[in-house]
């Protein structure tokens, strides 16, 4: 239904970067956390980096010293800027919300990294 509304996914070159941004509708009240999750081809969803309200953020171990994960004052925006990317970081990135009411799941954006 559009409640989260991500962005910035696309093909890129190893090594090279992408950045993609995560946008909550103001259906989306009480904001808790935000953060990215992504899925492999025949592989279960995984964590990649998820931040807090109060600005706590959280790596999978994988793209630690790679990837920064960022928000907007008001909360409602969350970014993941990626770098030094590897094919092993291609899949689709979802964007989460926890919030008052229960999370909230975007639709998905696809990022291909080539070799």
């Known amino acids: 239904q559009g409640q989260l509304v991500e962005s910035g996914g696309g093909l890129v070159q190893t090594g090279g970067s992408l950045r993609l941004s995560c946008v909550a509708s103001?259906?989306?009240?009480?904001?808790?956390?935000m953060g990215w999750y992504r899925q492999a081809p025949g592989k279960e969803r995984e964590l990649v980096a998820n931040?807090?309200?109060?600005?706590?953020?959280n790596y999978a171990d994988s793209v630690t010293g790679r990837f920064a994960i960022s928000k907007n004052k008001v909360g409602n925006t969350v970014y993941l800027q990626m770098n030094s990317l590897k094919p092993e970081d291609t899949g689709v990135y979802y964007c989460?919300?926890?919030?008052?009411?229960?999370?909230?799941w975007g639709q998905g954006t696809q990022v291909t990294v080539s070799s």
């Open positions: 931040i807090v309200i109060n600005g706590i953020t």
């Open positions: 103001r259906a989306v009240s009480g904001i808790k956390a």
């Open positions: 989460q919300a926890k919030a008052a009411w229960g999370d909230y």
